[in-house]
């Protein structure tokens, strides 16, 4: 057992794309963060959450430990804290983790890059599944950013020194195309377009089941998992309109191949709102789980199983050029894993 109050150094992957206390990161990043962890004494019973967070971990300021509740960063008995204002009991066992600070800037690093188109004005790129998009806590190099500045030099200065030129961004394990501005002026139309239907967004995912209708649109907003506040969730109230339209495109044993267009771009869109219509994606640790458990085709579920990042590509973007306003479509080709899994599925 640790004492009252104990802190081990602890590497954890987080599965969040929130907005933490350092800034924002895609998820799937590796963090490097301290985990602390205390005991409530009778002392502190009953009070809020926070509040006992304040007095036990004095280092850190009250407003700091209520965003790391808010951001699935404290545990209470090994179950994450609903909310700052949640009473804590006698005996409990709280957990904070502490995402150390990320870079402060990136550095170019000559990392291999799949360019699919370049001009003056921006980049497409293919990125492969497993690259983080750019540095953050724990990722301070190896990612694509670095890699851009290697290969591209010339980005725009609108993300700053650790998201030069990134316009959109796609999780960890997410393949596929992205759009990089080359500059600054470049960078404000394509965000402008990518907040609108301006920009056309088509992804391929692998589901569990078969889709009824074939093809529709699922129209739920998205906020915080009020259970789980690292995951997402289609919820009744506080979340943000999101639009996602879907097409069957092949039915495979126990699963299914279907196209996605976002209307909306929010957190972990696709696979909140496939995982909302009871379709989770294949392979996706936060949303789905080993549902290929329940498959009776041993064969099957083997294939499944090995499959351990989620199911999706972004297959396509079609967008006005930031200069002469040309409608132009890039297309990245479905990643190897990914194909491979869909061959050994048919």
Same mark, same amino acid.
């Given at each position: 057992m ?12 987080s599965?969040? !794309?929130?907005t933490?206390v350092?800034?924002s ?5 590796t963090?490097? $963060?301290?985990?602390?962890e205390a005991a409530i ?5 009953g009070? /809020?959450l926070d509040r006992?967070?304040?007095? !036990?971990?004095?280092?850190h300021?009250?407003?700091?430990l209520?965003?790391?509740i808010e951001e699935?960063?404290?545990?209470v ?7 700052? $204002?949640?009473?804590v009991?006698?005996?409990? /066992?709280v957990a ?9 800037s990136?550095?170019s690093q000559?990392?291999?890059l799949t ?7 921006l +980049?497409?790129?293919?990125k ?19 890699a851009?500045l290697?290969h591209?030099?010339? !980005?725009?200065?609108?993300?700053g020194?650790?998201r ?11 393949s ?5 501005a080359?500059?600054d002026?470049a ?12 920009m056309?967004?088509e992804y391929?995912a692998?589901?569990?089941g078969?889709?009824? %209708?074939? /093809?529709?649109?699922?129209?739920a907003?998205?906020?915080?998992d %009020?259970?789980d506040?690292?995951r ?7 979340g943000? =309109?999101? +639009?996602t ?8 044993r126990y699963?299914?191949l279907?196209?996605?267009? !976002?209307?909306t ?6 696979r909140?709102?496939?995982k909302h ?6 392979g ?5 789980g080993? &549902?290929w458990?329940g498959?009776p085709?041993?064969k099957? &579920?083997?294939t ?7 199911a999706?590509h ?12 040309e409608?132009m479509t890039?297309?990245? %080709?479905?990643a ?5 899994l869909?061959?050994?599925? =048919?």
């Amino acid at each position: 057992m640790l004492p009252p109050h104990s802190t081990r150094i602890a590497r954890c992957c987080s599965t969040s !794309l929130s907005t933490n206390v350092y800034g924002s990161h895609p998820e799937n990043v590796t963090l490097v $963060s301290t985990t602390s962890e205390a005991a409530i004494t009778p002392a502190h019973a009953g009070l /809020r959450l926070d509040r006992a967070l304040g007095i !036990l971990f004095p280092e850190h300021s009250r407003n700091f430990l209520a965003r790391l509740i808010e951001e699935g960063r404290v545990r209470v008995d090994d179950r994450v804290a609903a909310k700052p $204002s949640q009473r804590v009991e006698d005996g409990q /066992r709280v957990a904070i983790d502490v995402p150390d600070a990320a870079p402060s800037s990136a550095v170019s690093q000559d990392l291999p890059l799949t360019i699919l188109y370049e001009d003056d004005d921006l +980049v497409a790129i293919d990125k492969p599944a497993g690259l983080v998009v750019h540095p953050a806590a724990g990722h301070a190099d190896g990612t694509l950013v670095n890699a851009l500045l290697f290969h591209v030099k010339d !980005l725009s200065g609108v993300g700053g020194e650790i998201r030069p030129g990134i316009v959109h961004r796609l999780d960890k394990d997410t393949s596929g195309v992205m759009v990089i501005a080359k500059h600054d002026d470049a960078h404000r139309r394509l965000t402008e377009a990518w907040s609108t239907d301006a920009m056309r967004k088509e992804y391929l995912a692998l589901v569990y089941g078969t889709p009824d %209708p074939d /093809r529709g649109t699922i129209d739920a907003a998205i906020g915080r998992d %009020p259970r789980d506040r690292k995951r997402m969730a289609v919820v009744a109230n506080g979340g943000r =309109r999101a +639009v996602t339209d879907y097409e069957l495109r092949e039915r495979l044993r126990y699963v299914s191949l279907v196209q996605c267009r !976002l209307r909306t771009g929010r957190t972990h869109q696709i696979r909140v709102h496939l995982k909302h219509a009871g379709h989770p994606l294949v392979g996706d640790p936060l949303y789905s789980g080993p &549902q290929w458990r329940g498959i009776p085709d041993k064969k099957v &579920q083997r294939t499944l199983a090995s499959f351990t990042r989620q199911a999706l590509h972004a297959a396509r973007i079609t967008l006005p050029h930031p200069r002469s306003g040309e409608r132009m479509t890039f297309v990245a %080709p479905l990643a190897p894993d990914f194909a491979a899994l869909l061959d050994a599925l =048919r």
